[in-house]
């Protein structure tokens, strides 16, 4: 694997043009692709310790995730990414999928920030709690009593990691559930989700179905780390 160097990054940057998105309230702070890189890097270091690196490997990714962030509007254009969807991020194990996501939020105000949650977790806590935990990550209401947790945008962590739940007897798909509902939260007021996992599509077929895979598809850019992408944790 061959470490990123920042000043020798051959990543060709566009000049930084806004978008109008419901994104715009992150891209008002200009910055190019080495200043993104260096951020990422510095940020990985001190969440992760300083073995944290990036790798040339992963260049293509780290430009989309500029591109989106930044809201560059020629990046954006040539990698067809759409500024009102959110991101699915895909990957083997160990690329750095999770990684990437829990450094990027903290490019965000706090008051923008997703929150990123297991799915594994959520499929436990729905065994406990059963259909509060559905309300809990994907209510499509407004409740003026909890306004911490209405419409707030959300990482689901590893789809398809979680094992099937049952609650009282009765079998349950629980992100499928939380997926349509997040979809609603989209179509009707623009809540942003967005997801990391080690599945590729016909998988997803197979552990949610095809109407899933297509709300998923409407919901966000896909963006896939290469075959080459090597296991980090290594």
């Known amino acids: ?26 891209t008002q702070n200009r910055f190019d692709m080495d200043q993104f890189t260096k951020w990422m ?15 040339s490997e992963d260049t293509e990714v780290l430009a989309k995730l500029y591109a989106y962030i930044s809201g560059d509007v020629k990046m954006c254009s040539k990698f067809s990414l759409d500024l009102n969807k959110g991101i699915f991020l895909a990957g083997g194990v160990g690329v750095g999928k999770t990684v990437f996501m ?84 989209f179509q009707n007021r623009k809540v942003l989700t967005h997801f990391t996992s080690n599945l590729i599509s016909d998988q997803i077929d197979v552990h949610y179905g095809t109407r899933v895979r297509s709300r998923l598809r409407e919901m966000c850019n896909w963006i896939e780390f290469s075959d080459k992408s090597s296991d980090k944790r290594i």
């Open 102 to 185: 829990m450094i990027l939020r903290q490019l965000l105000p706090l008051k923008d920030r997703y929150a990123v949650k297991p799915c594994q977790q959520i499929a436990l806590e729905y065994i406990d709690q059963g259909t509060n935990v559905l309300m809990r990550y994907g209510r499509n209401y407004v409740d003026n009593v909890d306004i911490n947790t209405i419409n707030r945008a959300y990482c689901f962590d590893d789809l398809g990691a979680e094992e099937a739940t049952k609650h009282y007897g009765n079998d349950a798909n629980v992100m499928a559930q939380i997926i349509q509902m997040r979809y609603n939260l």
């Open 41 to 55: 890097q510095d940020h990985g270091k001190l969440m992760y310790g300083s073995h944290f690196l990036l790798y």
């Open 1 to 26: 694997m061959e470490i990123i160097k920042n000043q020798n990054l051959k990543t060709v940057v566009s000049g930084h043009q806004e978008s109008r998105s419901i994104l715009t309230p992150i």
